[in-house]
């Protein structure tokens, strides 16, 4: 998609924010940073949306590793700004214990590329996630691996992590 797209749904969400109860904003979605989140097209219109009190709740990306070593700074915009609350994506290994549960190794963590913020500010399970799945769609097409059913598909990346935290903030709220 397009940052303008993404962009022209937070400002639809602003400007309609009271008419539809639009408390939360999730953006299973990210780019790599061109420049501090002060100036970042996607980061501005984050902290508009979270200014006018909506909470905003972004992926970390998914750039934590690189030929089997960590990589810093991989943080994707709009995740860069301050005020969003960042999500890390954590793996379960498929048993019910958190004693076991690490960050995935493709999560992006900080510090930030251009403003050295630490972050993601919150992992959730994100790895071999289920989740629905559209007729015909391309994933499910060029990766048939990944189908569970008709249905349902296994997802894995901070943007399977990032609902889940959003789905907690109207409980916290």
Not at 28 to 48: K, N, V
Not at 50 to 69: L, P
Not at 95 to 121: H, N, Q
Request: no cysteine.
């Amino acid at each position: 998609g397009y940052t303008s797209d993404a962009i022209a749904a937070v400002e639809w969400a602003i400007q309609h924010q009271s008419e539809h109860n639009i408390r939360v904003i999730n953006m299973s979605l990210g780019h790599a940073p061109w420049e501090a989140a002060e100036t970042d097209p996607l980061s501005m219109i984050s902290r508009m949306a979270v200014d006018s009190g909506i909470v905003v709740v972004a992926a970390a990306g998914n750039i934590g590793q690189s030929e089997g070593e960590e990589v810093y700074g991989g943080i994707t915009s709009p995740g860069i700004e301050p005020s969003v609350i960042t999500v890390g994506a954590v793996t379960a290994w498929g048993t019910p214990s958190r004693s076991d549960d690490t960050v995935a190794s493709y999560s992006s963590r900080g510090p930030t590329r251009y403003d050295e913020i630490i972050k993601p500010d919150i992992t959730a399970p994100g790895t071999q996630i289920v989740a629905p799945m559209s007729p015909g769609n391309i994933l499910a097409a060029e990766y048939p691996q990944v189908v569970v059913d008709s249905n349902y598909m296994w997802l894995s990346g901070t943007s399977m992590s990032a609902p889940t935290v959003s789905a907690a903030v109207p409980l916290i709220l």
